[in-house]
């Protein structure tokens, strides 16, 4: 899984140098952070609408596909800041063995 990650990520960092006409992704980076994070909202409120609606059905493709779309904007967010999914799975992986409740009470100190 994390080899479909590192492979999207080395694509994106290509893009972000890439001219704007090239590709959607070098378009996004062209038109800077609002803009991605605008997508990222928009892709948010998508995924939601799709969790919501499926709750009730079998069929679960419009949530895993909004799903996607909410990651991959979000991994064009990380790259455009310098960050990528090791920054992310590095820190799941610090949270793995630590209680939620107790990861929580150490941020509101």
Known sequence: MSDTLHRLAAVLEQR???????????????????????????????????????????????????TADLWFHSLVMLSHLGLGPDDILNELERRFDLSGLAEKASRQQ
């Open 16 to 66: 972000k140098a890439a001219a704007a006409d090239s590709s959607y992704v070098a378009s996004l980076h062209a038109k800077g952070l609002n803009k991605i994070l605008e997508k990222v909202g928009e892709e948010c409120t998508e995924t939601l609408l799709a969790a919501k609606d499926c709750a009730n059905r079998a069929d679960k493709s419009e949530l895993i596909y909004e």
